[in-house]
Nanobody, 121 residues
Framework: QVQLVESGGGLVQPGGSLKLSCAASGRRISSNDMGWYRQAPGKQRELVAG???????DYADSVKGRFTISRDNVKNTVDLQMNSLKPEDTAVYYC???????????????WGQGTQVTVSS
């Protein structure tokens, strides 16, 4: 059974920093693609940052240069360092693990419960 548990959210002032962490169990993150998503009220969930099993990273244009995704294969965690936070970064942030389940490339996504990030003065 795959379980993802996010932590590190909270209230921060504009320009501040937060570090989110996602602890995975039931799968090795090193063998799967991982991602951080966010969903603001009234908006669709969007990809913020991703890291593949091969270590390639990808970021939404809105967070490039401010956010950094990384993983610790020993701890089986994936982190999201968020700097220079803006009010528009306010959202619930979710961790996602994508695992391939067939030779044809079919995959399954697992999600954490989310952690609230609020950027406000």
């Amino acid at each position: 059974q795959v379980q993802l548990v996010e932590s590190g959210g909270g209230l921060v002032q504009p320009g501040g920093s937060l570090k989110l962490s996602c602890a995975a169990s039931g799968r090795r993150i090193s063998s799967n693609d991982m991602g951080w998503y966010r969903q603001a009220p009234g908006k669709q969930r969007e990809l913020v940052a991703g890291i593949t099993s091969g270590g390639r990273t990808d970021y939404a244009d809105s967070v490039k240069g401010r956010f950094t995704i990384s993983r610790d294969n020993v701890k089986n965690t994936v982190d999201l360092q968020m700097n220079s936070l803006k009010p528009e970064d306010t959202a619930v942030y979710y961790c996602r693990l994508r695992t391939v389940v067939s030779v044809e490339g079919a995959w399954v996504d697992y999600w954490g419960q989310g952690t609230q990030v609020t950027v406000s003065s």
